[in-house]
T-cell receptor, first 110, second 113 residues
Framework: RKEVEQDPGPFNVPEGATVAFNCTYS??????FFWYRQDCRKEPKLLMS???SGNEDGRFTAQLNRASQYISLLIRDSKLSDSATYLC???????????FGSGTRLQVQP | DTEVTQTPKHLVMGMTNKKSLKCEQH?????MYWYKQKAKKPPELMFV???????INESVPSRFSPECPNSSLLNLHLHALQPEDSALYLC????????????FGSGTRLTVV
């Protein structure tokens, strides 16, 4: 079983749509959670950290369910510029390294 | 613009060559990382340096040799690579715990011929 699992997509959505990505992680000792965005042939960039209480940054909302070991990202009012691969990322307690999911590709269409 | 700088951006090398990838950060971070990323795959951890000491080596072949001369610099020395080592090599840095995520450099795209 992979440590961090994501639906690879692609998700093809029209502009203005709401889209949700899900992610599950296998290590219950994981302590920090992130969503990264990666554009084609570019480096990953931190989109947002994910907190147990849920957090929002503009059109982006992240949720964490520790009991189910499940993380989500909701994007509202999708823009063409949101087209990218979204990586679910987990850091385990005591291990100074991030583990990446395989990524979910989003294509927003006009 | 990224605060983690990697050079060169592109590198083509033969299987008998020796080359080095360089990474520099000016964020005051005390942890630095090398990741390897193949096309359509997520980044895979290679090495972690914490306070300039190697703390994680993910069973990387010895043809890859990391070096951390000081807290701002991280090198990856390459020797006798194989074509399957062609990939995007990403450097990242973080605070000591890594709990607040990493900042990645833009990467070096390596082709081994």
């Amino acid at each position: 079983r992979k440590e961090v699992e994501q639906d690879p997509g692609p998700f093809n959505v029209p502009e203005g749509a709401t889209v949700a990505f899900n992610c599950t992680y296998s290590n219950s000792a994981s302590q920090s959670f992130f969503w990264y965005r990666q554009d084609c042939r570019k480096e990953p960039k931190l989109l947002m950290s994910v907190y147990s209480s849920g957090n929002e940054d503009g059109r982006f909302t992240a949720q964490l369910n520790r009991a189910s070991q499940y993380i989500s990202l909701l994007i509202r009012d999708s823009k063409l510029s949101d087209s990218a691969t979204y990586l679910c990322v987990v850091k385990d307690t005591g291990r100074r390294a991030l583990t990446f999911g395989s990524g979910t590709r989003l294509q927003v269409q006009p | 613009d990224t605060e983690v700088t990697q050079t060169p951006k592109h590198l083509v090398m033969g299987m008998t060559n020796k080359k080095s990838l360089k990474c520099e950060q000016h964020m005051g971070h005390r942890a630095m990382y090398w990741y390897k990323q193949k096309a359509k795959k997520p980044p895979e951890l290679m090495f972690v340096y914490s306070y300039e000491k190697l703390s994680i080596n993910e069973s990387v072949p010895s043809r890859f040799s990391p070096e951390c001369p000081n807290s701002s610099l991280l090198n990856l020395h390459l020797h006798a690579l194989q074509p399957e080592d062609s990939a995007l090599y990403l450097c990242a840095s973080s605070g000591a715990s890594g709990d607040y995520g990493y900042t990645f450099g833009s990467g070096t795209r390596l082709t081994v011929v």
